[in-house]
């Protein structure tokens, strides 16, 4: 398939095999406590416990080993100094191939830290996109490396979607599925394959209020670019993407907007209630079912924990 | 069995049962890197996620359900403020029944809010360990509720050993367990349950060096109480019980012992690569295999991590 397809459900069932040696089958927590406070029955699907900490290693790990052998000898390329940055080192890694990670000048030195433990060379440029991309696309030249976009990328959004695969596998008889959307790499790859698996499954995406443009596009039924994030939740900024946008409009993804105060005070309650400590992103889910509870009320809910790489040195409140 | 006696494998295997409607299955997680670090297979059995953030809701629980229904009906009492306070108070609740916790003034008001959470009645006294005792005394006159011990109590003690069953049941073929010490509720209760299982499972405990009175009283062959506890380990400052201290010795329980600094890197480990945070108590247990890798190479290794309820503004680093 071209880089920047949709994945079909044979793409996703052939990422979860490729993964399936090297991903933890991250586990499914409940709370009688949030269960109470929701009328929900809420089934907290961990990817926060995912290898690098997050669920980026699904998309990233599909990414590296579906290269060919000449592709791969080439390595892997990413500007992404987040999630995505640190999951496709550590994915290049398990296959043995080159990872370059351009990072900004100004990035959280642990975050840089845990990228270069990973075995990546890491590439200093300005903090601007445009001198990301500038430096992004020098390396390809001179490397040939293969560059892996945290979203927009067919296999990342195939490995993305096995999440879903392995939560309905744990869970069979869910009635509805939350994640958070930033780019919608996650939303587009779990709803393809959700529905897949059940057709009659309730899709949500929670965002914030304060980057809420795949929440506007899907209102106004065209693509919003003009929305300057501003929002605590740093793993959520990027504009969704095209043919993510397309997916989460043709599955019906109902995009509910939380604040950040909403956000934080769910990530309080998930760390008091389930133990689990997770990125200020990752909260919204909990976030968005509080903000309407009607429509979680007697469900058998799906709720994606995405990541937990906090700095607890800088907690949010 | 009286109160004080040491359960046997079938007052654990009737724990389980009793607990099972009420605890969770807690998940048991790997991380590569960790692997890696201490040249072991190690495997994380994650009670920080159990119900009340800690394994003590298992002994709570089946100490509140092992009433009968008199004795139910008068309630449960102890003057323990940390996990097992907060642990019997969620375990009352499963049953209905009254749960008294004394709490000595200056406890941590999270705690307090939490075990008022659970629908416990809260006492208040003077911080000393005889006003707590007075004070738990006058309560039973009063009620005559019984009272749970955190760590002699036969039934707390075959609670605890329920977690052994488990972990033996999700990863069957350990060659070695490792718990921290405290008062030895978990440790005494473990070891039943692991030996009846497998005789030839290597058991391995946790001390603090500032608390070492365990590994001081196996050494000497008796029971030494003149051990003044000092370290951050507040979970682990109780002196071994008679009871426990004879299971620890009759089942060759090995105890290592590590510094406080040790453990705090340690849980700082845990946190980095296994993406939990746990009380620093619970982080003496990586502290301990960390200290002697040679006892622990190339064996597979089952590790509790305890308790997860750490106050996230008074991190110990």
Redesign the interface.
Known sequence: MSRDALPTIDDIRAAAARIAPFA?VT?V??S?ALDALTGAQLHFKCE??Q?G?AFKFRGACNAAWALDDDQAARGVLTHSSGNHGNALALAAATRGIAAHVVIPEGAVQAKVEAIERAGATVHRCAPTQAAREAMAAELQRQTGAVLVHPYADSQVMAGQGTLALELLRQVPDLDALMTPVGGGGLASGVAIAAHALDPALALFGAEPAGADDAAQSLAHGARITSVVPDTLCDGLRALVGERNLEALRAHHVDVITVTDQETVAAMQLL?RE??M?VEVSSATVLAAILKQPPRFAGRRVGVVLTG??VD?GA?PW
Request: charged share 25%.
């Open positions: 933890q586990p927590l409940r009688d926060n416990l290898r900490g760390w389930l133990k400590l937990g790489n607890l907690l």
